[in-house]
C-alpha cells in the first residue's frame, strides 16, 4: 500500500513539472511527514530493565466472561508490582484456541503473556485440531480454578445423588442435563459422571451461555447440571437451586454440608478448570525470573484472593513447576474422556 | 406507598456526590459509545470495571449501568445521521431514520429518537419497581419450546419490513439464515461451513456484517456518482419535532414501551428483537405502510423505544433471580460480585442501597441522557452539513476501527469489506438488506430452540403445541403467515391480470 | 424489477446448489432427531426454489422488450473511485497490524481525502494529521481501546 501511494506521488510530480521546485518541497515534508510519524510509534525505552513498556495479557474468551474478569484482577495487581500497565488484550473464539495460537507466535520477549486454562489448553486441543501445542509455552504458575458440582431444581424429588442415580436407571431417557455447549467443562463432567455411574442414560441439551442454562433449570425445563459453582452461585444463595455433590478433592468450604462425588462413590469424578499465567516458550531467564516472582507475589496477594473468590472462583497457587506438572497430567485426562465419550467437534 | 420512601432513599444515595459524578461519567462514555459503530458497550464496560474497585458498589454499578443505557441513546444517532447501525440494536432505525435524514429531518428523527428513549426507559423502570418478581417467574416459564414459537413469530415478521418485493426479502431471509449456520452447531458441537477458517468457527459477527451491509454499502453507493452532485442535504427544515410528528408517535412509543419491556426480560431476546417487533407492529397498525421505509416517524420513535424499555427489561432476571439475560448483564453481576453483593431476592433485603439506588440511578441517568443528547442534535445537524468528501473518509475510518476493536482482529475488517462490497451489489439489484439481518439474528435461536426442544420430548413434535405458551405464539405466526400470504396472493393476482390485458 | 434481475436470480440457484450439498454432507438425521445439516439443507432447497419466481419474472421481462424499462443501472458510474476507495480499504486491514494504527491511517486518510475529490496536497496532509491525532486520543486515550501499534514498538 505505501508503495502504490509513493507511485501515485511521483507520477504526479512528472506529470506537473512546471511546479517542479513546489511539488519537491511537498515530497519532502511528506516523507518527514511519515518517518516523524514511523518514529512516533517507537517506544522511548533503550535496553534498561524490564519491563519498560506495558505488557500485553491475552485472554483467549470474550470481554463479559469470567474468565476476563478474574484475568482483569490479576493484571491490575501485576502491574501495580511491575510499575507498567498490563493491558488485558481479548482474543476469543473458537474455544480459547484464537488467542492460544495468537500467543503461541508471539515473541517471547517476555511482553506477551497468556492466561494459560483448562479450555484452550485443555478441552480444546483434545476434541479439534488447533495450531499449538502446549509444549510451546512456557508456565508461569496457576493463580485459581473454578470447581463444578451437580445442581438439580430446589423443589426435585431427589434430596441426595443416590436417589437421583436410582431414578435415572429407572428411567433412562427421561432426564436431561443442561450445559454450555458440547465440549465444554460441564459437558465433560456429566460424561465422566454418567460413565462413572455405569451407564446412565441422561440426555445432552446443549445452550449458548450461562444464563441459558441456569433459566432453564430454574424453570425446570432441564433437570440437572454438572457446573460451575460461579454460575450457580446466586441461585443456590437464594435456595432455589440445589447441589447435591462436588466434583472436587475435598468438600468446599462454603458449603462444608455438600459431599464430593469421590465421597458418594464416584472416585472419578473430580474435574476443575484451572487458570495460570504462561507466555511464549523461550522467554530469558532475566526476564522470566522478574515475571514469575511478580506473579507469585500477585496470585498470592489477600486482596486478589478476596476477589477473585467473590466472583466464583476458588485461589489455588502452584508454582511453575507445579503448574507444569499438574497440566500434563490434566492433559492426559482431557484425551482419555473425550476418546471414551467420542467428542470430537471436526 | 413503601414502595415511594424507598424511592426517595434510592434517589438520596444516587444525588450524592460521587455517585451522581459516576452517573455522569457513565452516560457520557456511554453515549460516545453509542454513538462510535461497533465499539460496544461491553468492551468499556469491562475495561473501566477496574476503576470501580476503589468505590463503593453503589457506585460502580450507576456507573456500568449508566454506560449501557447511555450507548442505547447513542446507538441510533449514526443509524439516522450515516445509516450505519450504533448497535445492533439500532439496525430498524436505519430503515426510516436514515430516509427521514436525507429529506432534510434528521433534527425531528434525532429529537423523536431521545424523547421515545427517554419514555420507553422511564416506563420499564416503573414497570420494573412493581413488577420486577412476578415477571421473574413468568421469565423462568419460557423453555425452549416456547422460544422457538416466539421465533417463528419474529421471522414472520420479515415481511413488514421491506418496501419492495416480497419474494426478494424471502431470498435475502434465506440468505441471512444460512449465513447464520456458519461456525459451530451448538447441538452437535460440529464446525459448518467453516473452510478451516478459524475465526469463523463462532460464526460470522453481527457488528462487522451490519455496518457492511447497511453503512460501507451505503458509502459506496454515494460516491460512485460524483460528489458535486451528491445533494445531502438540501435545508434544514425543523431541528426538533413538530406537533404533527408527536401526535404520530405517541401510539408508537406507548407501544414500544411495553413491547421492550417484556421482550427484554427474555434471557437472549433483548434489545434487538425489540426494535424488530416494534417497527413491525407499527407498521402493520398504520394506516399508511407504504410511508415505512421511506422516513415514517413511527418507524423511528416504536423502535427507539422499545429498545431502551429493553434495557428495563433486562434488569428483571438480573435483580430478581441474579441471573443476567446478556452479556452486559453479566459484567454488571460480575461487577456486583467483585464487591459481594450478590443479586437475587436477598438482594433488596441484604443491600437496599445498591438495589433502589440502582433503579433512582436509572431516572437520573436518563433524565441526564436527555439534557446531554437534546443540545448534540444541534450539532449533528450541523455535521451533516460537512460537504460528503471530507465526511465519508471519517465515516469509513470510524467503522474499521469499530470493527476491529470487536476482537482486535483485523478479519473482522475483511468481513465488514465484504458485506459492505455484498451490500452495494444488492442494493444496485433492488434487494433490501433488513430482512438478511433479521433472519441471521433469530435463525441460529429457532434452530437452536427446536433441536433443543426435540431433545427435551426424545423427539415429539407434539411439545410444541402441549405447552400453552409455545402453542400461543405458534396460532399468532400461523395466522400473521396466512394473513400476509392472503395480502401477496391478491397483489400478484392484480399483476397476472395487467399482464394478460396488456398482451 | 429488470432484466439485470437474471443474474442474481442465476447466483441464487447456484448458492442455494452448493448450500444444499455442503449440508447434505453434514448428518442430516431426521425430523425428530435433526442432524447439524438439516437446517441449512432446507434452506439450499428453499433458496433454490424461491429463485424461480425471480428467475420466470425476469424473463419475462426481458420478452417484452419495452425500451424505457431497462433503466441502466451501470451506468455514469465513477469505477475508478470505487475501485481505489475499496483497494484502499482493503489494503488497510492487511498492513495495520504491521505498521501501525498511527501510519497506517494516516495514509489511508490522506489517500481518501485526495483521490476522491481533487484537493490541494497540503490542506490533505494537514487534515490527514489533525484526524489521527484526534481519533487517537478518542479511541486510545478516552475509551482505552486496543489499537495496534505496530513493529516498531508500542505507544504507551
Same mark, same amino acid.
Given at each position: 500500500?505505501?508503495?502504490?501511494?509513493?507511485?501515485?506521488?511521483?507520477?504526479?510530480?512528472?506529470?506537473?513539472?512546471?511546479?517542479?521546485?513546489?511539488? #519537491?518541497?511537498?515530497?519532502?515534508?511528506?516523507?518527514?511527514?511519515?518517518?516523524?510519524?514511523?518514529?512516533?510509534?517507537?517506544?522511548?525505552?533503550?535496553?534498561? %530493565?524490564?519491563?519498560?513498556?506495558?505488557?500485553?495479557?491475552?485472554?483467549?474468551?470474550? !470481554?463479559?466472561?469470567?474468565? #476476563?474478569?478474574?484475568?482483569?484482577?490479576?493484571?491490575?495487581?501485576?502491574?501495580?508490582?511491575?510499575?507498567?500497565?498490563?493491558?488485558?488484550?481479548?482474543?476469543?473464539?473458537?474455544?480459547?484456541?484464537?488467542? !492460544?495460537?495468537?500467543?503461541?507466535? #508471539?515473541?517471547?520477549?517476555?511482553?506477551?503473556?497468556?492466561?494459560?486454562?483448562?479450555? #484452550?489448553?485443555?478441552?480444546?486441543?483434545?476434541?479439534?485440531?488447533?495450531?499449538?501445542?502446549?509444549?510451546?509455552?512456557?508456565?508461569?504458575?496457576?493463580?485459581?480454578?473454578?470447581?463444578?458440582?451437580?445442581?438439580?431444581?430446589?423443589?426435585?424429588?431427589?434430596?441426595?445423588?443416590?436417589?437421583?442415580?436410582?431414578?435415572?436407571?429407572?428411567?433412562?431417557?427421561?432426564?436431561?442435563?443442561?450445559?454450555?455447549?458440547?465440549?465444554? %467443562?460441564?459437558?465433560?463432567?456429566?460424561?465422566?459422571?454418567?460413565?462413572?455411574?455405569?451407564?446412565?442414560?441422561?440426555?445432552?441439551?446443549?445452550?449458548?451461555?450461562?444464563?441459558?442454562?441456569?433459566? !432453564?433449570?430454574?424453570?425446570?425445563?432441564?433437570?440437572?447440571?454438572?457446573?460451575?459453582?460461579?454460575?450457580?452461585?446466586?441461585?443456590?444463595? !437464594?435456595?432455589?437451586?440445589?447441589?447435591?455433590?462436588?466434583?472436587?478433592?475435598?468438600?468446599?468450604?462454603?458449603?462444608?454440608?455438600?459431599?464430593?462425588?469421590?465421597?458418594?462413590?464416584?472416585?472419578?469424578?473430580?474435574?476443575?478448570?484451572?487458570?495460570?499465567?504462561?507466555?511464549?516458550?523461550?522467554?530469558?531467564?532475566?526476564?522470566?525470573?522478574?515475571?514469575?516472582?511478580?506473579?507469585?507475589?500477585?496470585?498470592?496477594?489477600?486482596?486478589?484472593?478476596?476477589?477473585?473468590?467473590?466472583?466464583?472462583?476458588?485461589?489455588?497457587?502452584?508454582?511453575?513447576?507445579?503448574?507444569?506438572?499438574?497440566?500434563?497430567?490434566?492433559?492426559?485426562?482431557?484425551?482419555?474422556?473425550?476418546?471414551?465419550?467420542?467428542?470430537?467437534?471436526? | 406507598?413503601?414502595?415511594?420512601?424507598?424511592?426517595?432513599?434510592?434517589?438520596?444515595?444516587?444525588?450524592?456526590?460521587?455517585?451522581?459524578?459516576?452517573?455522569?461519567?457513565?452516560?457520557?462514555?456511554?453515549?460516545?459509545?453509542?454513538?462510535?459503530?461497533?465499539?460496544?458497550?461491553?468492551?468499556?464496560?469491562?475495561?473501566?470495571?477496574?476503576?470501580?474497585?476503589?468505590?463503593?458498589?453503589?457506585?460502580?454499578?450507576?456507573?456500568?449501568?449508566?454506560?449501557?443505557?447511555?450507548?442505547?441513546?447513542?446507538?441510533?444517532?449514526?443509524?439516522?445521521?450515516?445509516?450505519?447501525?450504533?448497535?445492533?440494536?439500532?439496525?430498524?432505525?436505519?430503515?426510516?431514520?436514515?430516509?427521514?435524514?436525507?429529506?432534510?429531518?434528521?433534527?425531528?428523527?434525532?429529537?423523536?429518537?431521545?424523547?421515545?428513549?427517554?419514555?420507553?426507559?422511564?416506563?420499564?423502570?416503573?414497570?420494573?419497581?412493581?413488577?420486577?418478581?412476578?415477571?421473574?417467574?413468568?421469565?423462568?416459564?419460557?423453555? &425452549?419450546?416456547?422460544?422457538?414459537?416466539?421465533?417463528?413469530?419474529?421471522?414472520?415478521?420479515?415481511?413488514?419490513?421491506?418496501?419492495?418485493?416480497?419474494?426478494?426479502?424471502?431470498?435475502?431471509?434465506?440468505?441471512?439464515?444460512?449465513?447464520?449456520?456458519?461456525?459451530?452447531?451448538?447441538?452437535?458441537?460440529?464446525?459448518?461451513?467453516?473452510?478451516?477458517?478459524?475465526?469463523?468457527?463462532?460464526?460470522?459477527?453481527?457488528?462487522?456484517?451490519?455496518?457492511?451491509?447497511?453503512?460501507?454499502?451505503?458509502?459506496?453507493?454515494?460516491?460512485?456518482?460524483?460528489?458535486?452532485?451528491?445533494?445531502?442535504?438540501?435545508?434544514?427544515?425543523?431541528?426538533?419535532?413538530?406537533?404533527?410528528?408527536?401526535?404520530?408517535?405517541?401510539?408508537?412509543?406507548?407501544?414500544?414501551?411495553?413491547?421492550?419491556?417484556?421482550?427484554?426480560?427474555? &434471557?437472549?431476546?433483548?434489545?434487538?428483537?425489540?426494535?424488530?417487533?416494534?417497527?413491525?407492529?407499527?407498521?402493520?397498525?398504520?394506516?399508511?405502510?407504504?410511508?415505512?421505509?421511506?422516513?415514517?416517524?413511527?418507524?423511528?420513535?416504536?423502535?427507539?423505544?422499545?429498545?431502551?424499555?429493553?434495557?428495563?427489561?433486562?434488569?428483571?432476571?438480573?435483580?430478581?433471580?441474579?441471573? &443476567?439475560?446478556?452479556?452486559?448483564?453479566?459484567?454488571?453481576?460480575?461487577?456486583?460480585?467483585?464487591?459481594?453483593?450478590?443479586?437475587?431476592?436477598?438482594?433488596?433485603?441484604?443491600?437496599?442501597?445498591?438495589?433502589?439506588?440502582?433503579?433512582?440511578?436509572?431516572?437520573?441517568?436518563?433524565?441526564?441522557?436527555?439534557?446531554?443528547?437534546? &443540545?448534540?442534535?444541534?450539532?449533528?445537524?450541523?455535521?451533516?452539513?460537512?460537504?460528503?468528501?471530507?465526511?465519508?473518509?471519517?465515516?469509513?475510518?470510524?467503522?474499521?476501527?469499530?470493527?476491529?476493536?470487536?476482537?482486535?482482529?483485523?478479519?473482522?475488517?475483511?468481513?465488514?469489506?465484504?458485506?459492505?462490497?455484498?451490500?452495494?451489489?444488492?442494493?444496485?439489484?433492488?434487494?433490501?438488506?433488513?430482512?438478511?439481518?433479521?433472519?441471521?439474528?433469530?435463525?441460529?435461536?429457532?434452530?437452536?430452540?427446536?433441536?433443543?426442544?426435540?431433545?427435551?420430548?426424545?423427539?415429539?413434535?407434539?411439545?410444541?403445541?402441549?405447552?400453552?405458551?409455545?402453542?400461543?405464539?405458534?396460532?399468532?405466526?400461523?395466522?400473521?403467515?396466512?394473513?400476509?400470504?392472503?395480502?401477496?396472493?391478491?397483489?400478484?393476482?392484480?399483476?397476472?391480470?395487467?399482464?394478460?390485458?396488456?398482451? | 424489477?429488470?432484466?439485470?434481475?437474471?443474474?442474481?436470480?442465476?447466483?441464487?440457484?447456484?448458492?442455494?446448489? =452448493?448450500?444444499?450439498?455442503?449440508?447434505?454432507?453434514?448428518?442430516?438425521?431426521?425430523? =425428530?432427531?435433526?442432524?447439524?445439516?438439516?437446517?441449512?439443507?432446507?434452506?439450499?432447497?428453499?433458496?433454490?426454489?424461491?429463485?424461480?419466481?425471480?428467475?420466470?419474472?425476469?424473463?419475462?421481462?426481458?420478452?417484452?422488450?419495452?425500451?424505457?424499462?431497462?433503466?441502466?443501472?451501470?451506468?455514469?458510474?465513477?469505477?475508478?473511485?470505487?475501485?481505489?476507495?475499496?483497494?484502499?480499504?482493503?489494503?488497510? =486491514?492487511?498492513?495495520?497490524?504491521?505498521?501501525?494504527?498511527?501510519?497506517?491511517?494516516?495514509?489511508?486518510?490522506?489517500?481518501?481525502?485526495?483521490?476522491?475529490?481533487?484537493?490541494?496536497?497540503?490542506?490533505?496532509?494537514? =487534515?490527514?494529521?489533525?484526524?489521527?491525532?484526534?481519533?487517537?486520543?478518542?479511541?486510545?486515550?478516552?475509551?482505552?481501546?486496543?489499537?495496534?501499534?505496530?513493529?516498531?514498538?508500542?505507544?504507551?
Amino acid at each position: 500500500m505505501v508503495k502504490k501511494h509513493k507511485q501515485y506521488l511521483s507520477f504526479q510530480w512528472c506529470n506537473k513539472r512546471k511546479e517542479g521546485l513546489y511539488m #519537491s518541497k511537498k515530497f519532502i515534508i511528506l516523507i518527514l511527514i511519515i518517518g516523524g510519524l514511523m518514529c512516533l510509534d517507537k517506544a522511548i525505552g533503550k535496553e534498561s %530493565s524490564f519491563p519498560t513498556k506495558p505488557i500485553e495479557l491475552v485472554c483467549p474468551y470474550g !470481554a463479559g466472561g469470567s474468565t #476476563s474478569m478474574g484475568t482483569r484482577i490479576i493484571a491490575g495487581t501485576l502491574s501495580e508490582l511491575l510499575g507498567v500497565p498490563v493491558i488485558v488484550n481479548n482474543k476469543p473464539g473458537a474455544g480459547g484456541s484464537i488467542g !492460544a495460537a495468537y500467543v503461541a507466535k #508471539s515473541k517471547s520477549d517476555g511482553y506477551t503473556l497468556f492466561v494459560f486454562n483448562s479450555g #484452550s489448553n485443555g478441552v480444546t486441543p483434545a476434541i479439534r485440531s488447533v495450531e499449538y501445542k502446549n509444549a510451546d509455552f512456557e508456565l508461569f504458575g496457576q493463580y485459581a480454578i473454578q470447581t463444578l458440582a451437580m445442581v438439580v431444581k430446589n423443589d426435585a424429588p431427589w434430596k441426595s445423588l443416590e436417589e437421583l442415580v436410582i431414578y435415572a436407571k429407572k428411567n433412562p431417557g427421561t432426564l436431561k442435563y443442561a450445559t454450555s455447549g458440547i465440549g465444554t %467443562s460441564a459437558h465433560f463432567g456429566m460424561e465422566l459422571f454418567k460413565s462413572a455411574a455405569e451407564g446412565l442414560k441422561i440426555d445432552h441439551v446443549p445452550f449458548k451461555s450461562g444464563p441459558e442454562y441456569i433459566a !432453564a433449570l430454574l424453570g425446570g425445563h432441564v433437570h440437572m447440571g454438572i457446573l460451575f459453582l460461579v454460575d450457580i452461585k446466586g441461585p443456590v444463595e !437464594a435456595g432455589k437451586l440445589r447441589i447435591l455433590a462436588t466434583a472436587t478433592e475435598k468438600r468446599l468450604e462454603d458449603y462444608p454440608d455438600i459431599p464430593t462425588f469421590s465421597e458418594l462413590g464416584y472416585p472419578e469424578v473430580k474435574l476443575t478448570a484451572w487458570y495460570g499465567i504462561a507466555a511464549p516458550n523461550g522467554v530469558p531467564k532475566e526476564i522470566s525470573d522478574k515475571l514469575k516472582d511478580a506473579l507469585y507475589k500477585t496470585f498470592r496477594h489477600p486482596e486478589v484472593k478476596k476477589m477473585l473468590i467473590h466472583i466464583g472462583y476458588v485461589p489455588v497457587f502452584r508454582d511453575a513447576e507445579q503448574f507444569k506438572k499438574f497440566v500434563s497430567e490434566e492433559e492426559k485426562k482431557f484425551q482419555k474422556i473425550a476418546k471414551e465419550a467420542n467428542i470430537r467437534v471436526d | 406507598m413503601d414502595i415511594f420512601s424507598h424511592l426517595i432513599y434510592g434517589f438520596q444515595v444516587v444525588l450524592e456526590p460521587i455517585n451522581f459524578l459516576y452517573c455522569f461519567v457513565g452516560v457520557f462514555i456511554g453515549t460516545l459509545i453509542g454513538v462510535l459503530p461497533g465499539i460496544g458497550p461491553v468492551g468499556a464496560m469491562s475495561i473501566l470495571l477496574p476503576s470501580t474497585f476503589g468505590v463503593s458498589p453503589v457506585t460502580g454499578v450507576i456507573m456500568l449501568a449508566g454506560i449501557y443505557y447511555g450507548a442505547m441513546y447513542g446507538g441510533s444517532t449514526t443509524s439516522i445521521l450515516v445509516n450505519i447501525p450504533g448497535e445492533a440494536a439500532s439496525v430498524v432505525t436505519c430503515l426510516d431514520g436514515y430516509q427521514m435524514a436525507r429529506q432534510g429531518r434528521a433534527g425531528p428523527a434525532l429529537g423523536i429518537s431521545a424523547m421515545g428513549s427517554f419514555i420507553g426507559g422511564t416506563f420499564s423502570i416503573i414497570a420494573l419497581m412493581f413488577l420486577v418478581y412476578p415477571l421473574a417467574e413468568i421469565a423462568l416459564k419460557f423453555g &425452549p419450546p416456547e422460544y422457538f414459537s416466539l421465533m417463528c413469530l419474529g421471522m414472520t415478521i420479515v415481511a413488514y419490513l421491506v418496501k419492495g418485493s416480497l419474494i426478494k426479502a424471502v431470498i435475502m431471509a434465506i440468505i441471512g439464515l444460512t449465513l447464520g449456520c456458519i461456525g459451530t452447531d451448538l447441538i452437535s458441537g460440529k464446525l459448518r461451513f467453516v473452510f478451516g477458517v478459524s475465526q469463523l468457527s463462532d460464526g460470522i459477527n453481527i457488528v462487522p456484517l451490519a455496518m457492511g451491509l447497511f453503512g460501507i454499502s451505503e458509502v459506496l453507493t454515494n460516491i460512485e456518482k460524483p460528489l458535486k452532485r451528491m445533494i445531502y442535504e438540501t435545508k434544514i427544515r425543523h431541528i426538533l419535532p413538530n406537533l404533527e410528528d408527536w401526535k404520530k408517535s405517541l401510539g408508537p412509543i406507548a407501544r414500544g414501551s411495553i413491547i421492550g419491556f417484556f421482550l427484554g426480560i427474555l &434471557p437472549g431476546g433483548g434489545s434487538i428483537l425489540s426494535s424488530f417487533v416494534s417497527y413491525s407492529t407499527e407498521k402493520r397498525i398504520s394506516k399508511h405502510p407504504e410511508e415505512f421505509g421511506r422516513g415514517a416517524i413511527e418507524g423511528v420513535a416504536g423502535p427507539e423505544t422499545a429498545n431502551n424499555a429493553a434495557t428495563g427489561g433486562a434488569f428483571v432476571p438480573l435483580l430478581a433471580l441474579g441471573i &443476567p439475560p446478556n452479556v452486559i448483564m453479566a459484567l454488571l453481576l460480575g461487577a456486583l460480585l467483585i464487591h459481594g453483593v450478590a443479586p437475587g431476592p436477598m438482594l433488596i433485603i441484604k443491600h437496599p442501597d445498591v438495589f433502589w439506588g440502582t433503579i433512582a440511578s436509572m431516572y437520573v441517568g436518563n433524565a441526564m441522557l436527555l439534557l446531554l443528547n437534546l &443540545p448534540l442534535i444541534g450539532i449533528w445537524v450541523k455535521l451533516l452539513k460537512v460537504p460528503y468528501r471530507i465526511l465519508f473518509p471519517l465515516i469509513l475510518l470510524f467503522t474499521l476501527i469499530g470493527a476491529y476493536s470487536i476482537n482486535n482482529s483485523t478479519f473482522d475488517i475483511f468481513l465488514m469489506i465484504f458485506f459492505g462490497i455484498v451490500g452495494y451489489l444488492l442494493r444496485k439489484f433492488e434487494y433490501e438488506e433488513a430482512p438478511l439481518l433479521l433472519a441471521f439474528i433469530l435463525g441460529p435461536m429457532l434452530e437452536q430452540a427446536f433441536r433443543q426442544s426435540l431433545i427435551m420430548s426424545n423427539g415429539k413434535l407434539s411439545i410444541f403445541f402441549v405447552r400453552p405458551i409455545s402453542l400461543g405464539a405458534l396460532i399468532l405466526s400461523i395466522a400473521l403467515f396466512i394473513s400476509t400470504g392472503i395480502t401477496v396472493f391478491r397483489k400478484a393476482r392484480k399483476e397476472v391480470i395487467k399482464y394478460g390485458q396488456k398482451t | 424489477m429488470k432484466k439485470n434481475d437474471l443474474i442474481p436470480a442465476i447466483i441464487w440457484i447456484i448458492l442455494g446448489i =452448493a448450500v444444499a450439498i455442503g449440508s447434505y454432507r453434514l448428518k442430516l438425521g431426521n425430523l =425428530a432427531n435433526p442432524g447439524p445439516g438439516l437446517m441449512p439443507f432446507l434452506l439450499g432447497i428453499a433458496l433454490l426454489v424461491c429463485s424461480f419466481p425471480v428467475l420466470i419474472h425476469s424473463f419475462l421481462k426481458m420478452m417484452r422488450k419495452t425500451e424505457q424499462e431497462e433503466k441502466i443501472i451501470w451506468s455514469e458510474i465513477d469505477f475508478k473511485k470505487l475501485v481505489i476507495v475499496l483497494t484502499s480499504l482493503i489494503g488497510y =486491514a492487511v498492513i495495520l497490524e504491521k505498521i501501525g494504527f498511527v501510519t497506517t491511517t494516516f495514509l489511508l486518510l490522506s489517500i481518501l481525502f485526495k483521490t476522491v475529490d481533487s484537493q490541494k496536497w497540503f490542506s490533505v496532509l494537514i =487534515a490527514s494529521i489533525l484526524t489521527v491525532i484526534i481519533t487517537y486520543f478518542l479511541f486510545v486515550v478516552i475509551l482505552k481501546v486496543e489499537l495496534p501499534s505496530g513493529f516498531l514498538g508500542r505507544i504507551v
